[in-house]
């Protein structure tokens, strides 16, 4: 758990990652080539990084709600709604990229590893 004052950087550092993952003849990822550790590290900075995304969008609503009569007398710029009408789109988008991102590094991740154990289904069965 980190504090207010140890931000966490979770676009950044997906944006950082990116470039580690191999790429196919066709330029797709190359989950099956990656390491288990970057898809890992990748899926949980994409699903980060969509919570709060999907938060600030939330909280810029709950803002531009509350706003609506300075939006109407013009106290706030019709540009400045606009602008963030384009911006929380393009978050939306960037969220549903870093979901299908996520998802994928996670079932790659899961299909690589050893499954568990469990003794009580798998154990032998008694003559």
């Keep these: 758990m980190t504090t207010r004052c140890q931000a966490i950087r979770p676009m950044r550092d997906l944006l950082d990652r990116l470039p580690r993952l191999p790429a196919t003849a066709d330029n797709k990822i190359d989950f099956l080539a990656a390491d288990l550790g970057l898809l890992d590290a990748l899926a949980e900075d994409a699903e980060t990084s969509m919570r709060v995304i999907y938060m600030g969008i939330g909280a810029i609503g709950h803002l531009l709600a509350?706003?609506?009569?300075?939006?109407?007398?013009?106290?706030?710029?019709?540009?400045?709604?606009?602008?963030?009408?384009?911006?929380?789109?393009?978050?939306?988008?960037?969220?549903?990229?870093?979901?299908?991102?996520?998802?994928?590094?996670?079932?790659?991740?899961?299909?690589?590893?050893?499954?568990?154990?469990?003794?009580?289904?798998?154990?032998?069965?008694?003559?």
């Design 66 to 127: 509350n706003s609506a009569a300075m939006i109407e007398d013009g106290s706030i710029s019709g540009d400045s709604v606009e602008s963030l009408g384009f911006l929380m789109a393009d978050l939306g988008d960037h969220a549903a990229a870093c979901m299908a991102l996520a998802a994928a590094c996670r079932l790659q991740s899961a299909a690589r590893k050893p499954k568990p154990v469990n003794r009580l289904i798998d154990a032998p069965k008694r003559p």
